[in-house]
């Protein structure tokens, strides 16, 4: 059967296989077990009709449009979907008094779906603050970016959030094998016989996003041909019609891999420091951010335990400036694995914070005078240094006189406690002596 005879008795079947195929029921959903389970809340809100306004927060084609369908199907309200890109305030007014209308002459609900709410600006999110509150809308946002960071405070504290998860591979693997057997919707009709290491390629590959995984198994239908025996999708079809996996990175995720990314090397884990630094470069990271951090951290979270990864660290940003990328990566690796090697110590950073912190008190002890300039002209006729003489340090044994060089009043602080660690033993035993 071709795919021209497939679509005659219906229209619909010639829109995308991930459309065709969405849920349209609780029962039919995939996934998300944590929010819509049995006995979970959303899942009695929506069997109730008693679902509040609420934001559904995810990875793209994980469900969030799909249950928001569901939700239109299984309720007695009007069912109205917008999207944050195209739609502005006059768009907005209009469904508001649709929905009142729908109220006052019919007493029905009107749920709103807002794909990509998180591209409106304040002025559109507070258009519809009032319908939210006397509850003339239903408000589903749908957003693939954190709502608490990417949306205005007003909506979010008006609106249940649902965090949903991607899909695990077995479920994406599921709504693939109901795809090829499903004759009304699916391509049940079309005699498709596919290679378990097919499936599981599209499967891996889609990471959890079940609209690219059944994109990819359309395709590989629609463009193999089709032979005595039906048609038959091989790894090689399923390896051509899906590409290689297109890393999400939008801010939030980009700040969590680059959390991820830091304190594995404060935890001198080199593998993960590695795997998520070629994640963010992979998603497109500009590569001196991650120079930026290495170079920090080489102070931060090794300082003088290991004096060589400042250096390490300091010339994989010169290589990237000199070189540029592929060609740096292998410095910036190199820099990587000699932070997270490196015996550890944040003595150098809780010195300064704590220097910093007693600058920031205020009543400042003057410098002591034999500490002052005293090379501009005419500075002996100040008549200043007469109490006490500075001394030359290298004019002593060891090139060190004790001397006070700490303002009054401050002559036991101490900021820099070295550590036992690496190279800063050395220093501490020799400040012990």
Known sequence: MSLFDFAQSDPKKLSPLADRMRPRTLDEFYGQEQIVGPGRLLRRAIEADRLTSCIFWGPPGCGKTTLAGIIANTTHGAFVR???????????????KA???????????????????????????????????????????????????????????????????PLTAADVKKVLLSALTDEERGLGGMNVHADEEALDHIVRVAGGDVRSALNALELA???????????????????????????????T??????????????????????????????????????VRRIIAHASEDVGLANPVAMLQAVAAGQALEMLGMPEAGLS???AIIAVCESPKSNSVSMAMSAAMEDAQKGDYAPVPEYLRDDHYKGNE???????QEYKYPHNYPGHWVKQQYMPEGMEDTVYYRPSDQGHEAKIRKRKDE
């Open 253 to 290: 995720q980009m700040y969590d891999m680059l959390s991820a990314f830091c304190k594995s090397m404060r935890g001198s884990d080199s593998d993960a420091a590695l795997l998520w630094a070629s994640r963010l470069l992979y998603a497109g990271l500009d590569p001196r951010i991650i």
């Open 381 to 387: 006729r100040l008549g200043v240094r007469t109490s």
């Open 221 to 251: 239908v629609l463009s193999t041909p089709t032979q005595a025996d039906g048609i038959h999708i091989t790894l090689p079809i399923a390896e051509e019609s899906i590409q290689k996996p297109m890393l999400r990175c939008d801010d």
């Open 332 to 334: 910036i690796s190199q």
């Open 99 to 165: 929905a009142k209308d729908r109220r006052d002459m019919y007493g029905q609900p009107t749920y709103l779906l807002l794909d990509e709410c998180h591209r409106w600006s304040k002025a559109q999110s507070d258009s519809i603050l009032p319908a939210m509150e006397e509850g003339l809308i239903r408000f589903i946002g749908s957003t693939t970016e954190n709502p608490m960071i990417s949306m205005t405070p007003a909506i979010v504290s008006r609106c249940r959030v649902f965090g949903f998860q």
């Open 82 to 96: 917008m999207n944050a890109v195209t739609s502005g305030v006059a768009d907005m007014r209009e469904q508001l």
